[in-house]
């Protein structure tokens, strides 16, 4: 039993490395993701507000108005199925289909949230847990630089994955909200081009 036990601590302490690296990782990416959230923000603001005066003053002139205020910004999920529902507005099929691989867009978009939600407390957990058996360790043999050490990293890994997740969740729900809203008006110019 005792060498099972010392195979899973050496295990064990040689993930802190690999996991504490991935956490960094995920921090990174969270830096950037609140850093650009502006942008994105103020991009959906602009998006959702052309698409509400569409939906409110719907007509053939405000369409055509609001697709060429749309010319080049073809990276948003929402520019890109108002453009292919207007060039093929002819084609109820089509039409549906391109709603469907908006949703499909969507969570593809959200899924970079999702992934620090998830994965920022699971790395920041096994970056607690790891440290703590050489913490033990330290503090049987009277090492208290040792515990101390390692209790440091565990903390901090721990303080890390919370923020990452903390930063993927605020986001998340601004852009589900934004993405529920422009399938909503979407829907709406949907059955307006193919219900005639």
């Known amino acids: 039993m005792n060498i099972i036990s010392d195979i899973l601590f050496i295990i064990s302490n040689g993930l802190l490395i ?9 921090l990174i990416k ?15 603001r602009r998006l959702m507000a052309s698409l509400q005066q569409l939906v409110e003053n719907y007509g053939q002139k405000r369409l055509v108005e609001t697709q060429s205020e749309w010319n080049g910004m073809d990276s948003s999920p929402v520019v890109k199925c108002f453009c292919d ?7 109820r099929v089509y039409c549906e289909h391109s709603l469907a691989d908006f949703q499909v867009d ?23 847990l790891i440290p703590m058996g050489p913490a033990l360790v330290g503090l049987a043999t009277g090492d208290i630089a040792s515990m101390a050490y390692n209790m440091q ?7 890390v994955g919370m923020l990452v997740a903390g930063i993927g969740l605020a986001t998340l729900q601004v852009r589900q909200r934004f993405y529920a809203r422009s399938l909503n008006a979407l829907e709406f110019i949907f059955h307006k081009l193919t219900d005639r």
């Open 18 to 26: 690999p996991v504490v690296l991935m956490l960094l990782f995920l």
């Open 30 to 44: 969270a830096i950037l993701t609140a850093i650009g959230f502006y942008n994105e923000y103020m991009t959906q």
């Open 85 to 91: 529902m207007m060039k093929h507005r002819d084609d």
């Open 106 to 128: 969507v969570q593809k978009e959200l899924s970079k949230n999702r992934i620090l939600i998830k994965f920022g407390p699971m790395l920041g957990l096994m970056g607690t």
């Open 153 to 159: 990293v565990a903390f901090a890994t721990t303080v």
